[in-house]
């Protein structure tokens, strides 16, 4: 099915980890570094931007400042799914630190510094 740029993007589940006795070789398989984070899925279409959790909730009040760099960077069209993740004073990921911005968004204490590690389909 062909889509146009004004058509709706649905939303894609993401693949989860899985345990296995030993990674799978050869051609067509690609590795990505496991973030400690949330997962998240942003798309922008004619109706707007969405900023999504793994379990299809809005991120967009939680992560405000994601959202809005998403709104200046996505071009219209587009999804990423990727991970939300938070750094410490001290440059380093820490998840106790973006669990706070989802648990207590609106509080001065939870403001954090958030980052999407992602991969763009267009």
Same mark, same amino acid.
């Given at each position: ?9 649905? &939303? /894609?589940?993401?693949? %989860?980890? +899985? $345990? ?9 398989? #690609? ?23 793994r379990n299809e909730k809005d991120f ?6 994601? &959202? /809005?760099?998403?709104? %200046?960077? +996505? $071009?219209?069209g587009t999804a990423v799914d990727g991970?939300?993740? #938070? ?14 911005r989802v648990h207590y968004h609106d ?16």
């Open positions: 099915m062909t889509r146009t740029i004004d058509s709706e993007i649905p &939303f /894609a589940p993401p693949m %989860e980890c +899985l $345990p296995v006795a030993s990674l799978p070789d050869g051609h067509g398989w #690609a590795y990505e570094l496991k973030l400690d984070g949330y997962r998240a899925q942003a798309t922008r279409t004619n109706s707007g931007l969405r900023l999504q959790s967009s009040r939680k992560f405000p400042q994601v &959202f /809005a760099s998403l709104a %200046e960077a +996505l $071009p219209m991970e939300l993740v #938070a750094f410490d004073e001290s440059g380093h990921l820490n998840f106790t630190t973006i669990q706070r509080s001065v204490n939870a403001d954090s510094t958030a980052a999407i590690s992602s991969s763009v389909k267009s």
